[in-house]
């Protein structure tokens, strides 16, 4: 139990955990506390991180931030770069590209944010991925093949990390792809400039060298018929994505020159789009809303002039694609006024280092077209959003804003030709509590069909439905996924693998006595830290570039921290909800009850142990926990 308060965001830290008169109890629970032994003796409880709590994909980051400080040790032969790799790769075995296009939610749940920043959660896993790439890690086949088969359904990022999951559990994958390459959004939606090529291929093929089987240009519900995957496999998992983008309901939107964002972006991935027309309107707000303004600005000419507003140096290209578009505009609408659009700040910031103009508060009414039926502006009437919200029009004048093209990225949904029988009804399919299709036995979905969102969430749902394919091969029913469904450090595990022979057999612990893992249940939050202990350290930030700047002198946006870097970066870490071995509570426990484990029983989260027959309950060592591992619970 804790009792007092921390000092905490508002505030300023202190070392202090209690201010004064929160030894004063009013409660009879609290009393037992006052005679200065109690019958309540320490318990570790592990509880999943704030930072993990909000990573989609469920990365075990404390794990592997771990790992990167040189706190969990590789074992001989393996550098650290790989032990790190091999952690995190647990939960997604696309670390590169998330180094460069994750908009890391896990960095807004991190708990350091109460001491001065979060901890550079993308930029470690970034350095981890560019080391595996430079490295030629490469994933273990399985050690025996069960003889299962599974259909996966899409190449995208959900269909690739199903299939690195099962394979790593020995079944056999084919995956069925309507496209000619594999990859999804991955490769013909986001801009390409964005990912380094090289990091996208390699961070595929190492799941195809585990062994999958690949059918390209292969259509399920066209060229194959989901009675013929019945046939033919044990199990099926869907992952096609959404393909098509939505147009709204407006007069004129389906003039031949209006098109939806993801077509649009199709087209350029597939190097189909060498030129824009001069004036350009883009109606979302969204991510998506922003890659097709910054594409466009690609094609099209720009002034030359880099987000500091200093003159940019021209290729020989740039020039000649500049003067031939003189003249082009891109304006981006959002429903949303601007300081609520959904795109985020980076994006937004790239736009406008492109001169994209941004209005915000904007509702499409109609677009007008000229005699030949061809779309010549967009008519829009102010509007604000609703508590419900729904988008609602306000007074004032309606504008119009002429166009060459219109682009609308308002939306996304499946294209579910002959597969009918899976629509929900708004062209997604629905997934039930153990990720299976509803109504159909045998077949699991996940990633953008179920909800487009982001590629870690997509990879976080091949991952669990993984887990119940895997179930269901084995023979058991698939179970609800756990309230905190993400990929949990287990002590067990880590008490195996230290575990040294003894005459040559491999003996080892795995059940600790006082300790409790309740990482399925619980996200541990700043206030449960003692955030004294750790000292202001500024993030180490990763150098990026602007677009503009990118597109006249090439390279990447976004530069890779150094080793020393990623190292000193993962240090800020404060370990939440797990043993930092700081040896606090050995330290300050006035009782000597608390002793280190032997050397050669310890794993992560086994580091310390409590001897309850000299414990007195007086719960120092949980008020001087730095991160929040020592709760005081049953005992004597
Ligand atoms: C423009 C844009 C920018 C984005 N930017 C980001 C970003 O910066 N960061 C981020 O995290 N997320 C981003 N996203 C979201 C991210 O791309 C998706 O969440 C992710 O790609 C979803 O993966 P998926 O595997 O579910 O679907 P997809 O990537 O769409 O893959 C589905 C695959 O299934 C194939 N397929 C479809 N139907 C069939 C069929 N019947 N038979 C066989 N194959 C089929 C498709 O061809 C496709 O290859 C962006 C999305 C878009 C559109
Ligand atoms: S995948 Fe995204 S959310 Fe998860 S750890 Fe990486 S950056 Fe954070
Ligand atoms: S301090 Fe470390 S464990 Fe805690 S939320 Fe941040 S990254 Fe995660």
């Not at 830290?13 to 109690?38: C, L, P």
């Not at 990859?183 to 195809?208: C, D, F, H, K, S």
């Not at 050669?600 to 719960?619: E, F, L, P």
Request: overall charge neutral; aromatic content about 6%; some cysteine.
């Amino acid at each position: 139990m804790t009792v007092g308060k921390q000092q905490g965001e508002t505030t300023g830290r202190t070392f202090r955990r209690y201010q004064d008169g929160e030894a004063e109890f009013d409660s009879f629970q609290e009393q037992i506390f006052k005679a200065g032994w109690s019958h309540k003796c320490p318990v570790y409880v592990q509880r999943t991180p704030a930072c993990q709590g909000q990573c989609p994909a469920g990365e075990d980051i404390r794990g592997w931030l771990d790992v990167v400080r040189g706190l969990d040790k590789p074992p001989t032969g393996v550098t650290w770069q790989e032990h790190a790799f091999r952690r995190l790769t647990r939960a997604n075995p696309f670390p590169g590209v998330m180094g460069y296009v994750c908009p890391a939610p896990c960095e807004e749940g991190c708990n350091r944010r109460a001491v001065e920043d979060f901890v550079g959660i993308n930029a470690v896993e970034q350095f981890v991925g560019e080391a595996a790439i430079k490295g030629q890690y490469g994933f273990k086949k399985p050690e025996k093949e069960t003889g299962k088969r599974v259909a996966i359904i899409g190449g995208g990022v959900a269909g690739l990390a199903a299939a690195y999951q099962l394979r790593l559990r020995g079944h056999g994958c084919t995956i069925f792809e309507s496209r000619a390459e594999l990859g999804g959004m991955l490769r013909y939606g986001l801009p390409n400039y964005r990912t380094p090529p090289a990091v996208v291929q390699g961070e595929i093929q190492r799941i195809l060298d585990m062994g999958v089987e690949v059918h390209t240009n292969t259509r399920i519900g066209v060229d194959i018929k989901i009675d013929d995957l019945d046939r033919d496999f044990d199990a099926v998992f869907w992952a096609i994505g959404t393909q098509n983008g939505r147009i709204p309901n407006i007069p004129g939107a389906n003039a031949p020159n209006c098109v939806g964002g993801i077509e649009f972006l199709r087209q350029f991935n597939d190097g189909k789009l060498p030129s824009v027309p001069g004036r350009i309107v883009v109606i979302g707000g969204g991510d998506t809303s922003i890659d097709v303004t910054t594409v466009a600005r690609k094609l099209g000419g720009f002034s030359g002039i880099d987000g500091e507003g200093k003159p940019l140096t021209y290729t020989a290209d740039m020039v000649t694609s500049a003067a031939a578009h003189s003249g082009q505009k891109v304006t981006l609408t959002s429903t949303l006024p601007l300081d609520r659009m959904r795109a985020s700040a980076r994006e937004v910031a790239d736009a406008r280092s492109l001169e994209v103009e941004i209005l915000g508060g904007l509702m499409p009414l109609s677009v007008t077209c000229n005699a030949k039926g061809v779309a010549v502006g967009v008519r829009f009437a102010p509007c604000h959003h609703g508590a419900d919200g729904h988008r609602v029009r306000i007074e004032g004048d309606e504008i119009e804003i002429p166009a060459d093209l219109v682009v609308f990225a308002i939306g996304q949904y499946a294209d579910m030709t002959g597969l009918e029988s899976l629509d929900n009804g708004r062209q997604a399919i629905s997934a039930g509590p153990a990720l299976e299709v509803i109504g159909r036995p045998r077949h699991f979905v996940g990633g953008d069909v179920i909800a487009p969102h982001l590629l870690a969430t997509a990879i976080g749902h091949a991952a669990a439905a993984a887990e119940s394919i895997d179930a269901l091969l084995r023979g058991e029913t698939p179970a609800r996924r756990p309230r905190i469904d993400k990929r949990h450090y287990d002590i067990r595990e880590g008490l195996v693998e230290n575990a040294k022979p003894v005459n040559g057999v491999v003996t080892s612990r795995t059940f600790v006595h006082n300790f409790e893992n309740r990482s399925t249940q619980e996200v541990i939050k700043a206030d449960s830290l003692f955030l004294g202990h750790f000292e202001t350290t500024p993030r180490i930030h990763r150098e990026e570039r602007r677009l503009a700047d990118l597109f006249a002198r090439g390279g990447e946006r976004i530069m890779p921290l150094t080793e020393e870097q990623a190292v000193k970066e993962a240090k800020r870490c404060m370990s939440c909800g797990l043993c930092l071995e700081c040896d606090n509570c050995m330290v300050f426990c006035p009782q000597a009850a608390v002793s280190k484990v032997p050397r050669d029983q310890h794993a992560i989260g086994y580091y310390v142990t409590t001897d309850y027959k000299r414990c007195i309950g007086c719960h120092i060592c949980q008020d001087v926990c730095p991160a929040g591992y020592i709760q005081m619970g049953l005992g004597e």
